[in-house]
């Protein structure tokens, strides 16, 4: 079992949202995509996306 101390700022993040969930439910459940929403995403999943390493957004935005 780890403890509270050996857990990165993600998997804190993720316990909790998945506490909320647990708690709360999912605001989504149950609700339907719009056809035309689910016709865009599909289309834009189909196309490769341009992936930024990191230290070029760095360079580019100007954070050292």
Not at 49 to 63: A, D, M, N, T, Y
Request: aromatic share 4%.
């Amino acid at each position: 079992m780890r403890e509270i101390k050996d857990l990165t700022m993600d998997d804190l993040e993720y316990l909790i949202e998945q506490k909320i969930l647990e708690m709360l439910g999912d605001p989504d459940s149950g609700l339907e995509v719009m056809e035309e929403f689910e016709k865009k995403l599909r289309k834009r999943l189909g196309k490769p996306s341009k992936r930024i390493p990191h230290e070029e957004v760095l360079k580019k935005f100007g954070q050292d």
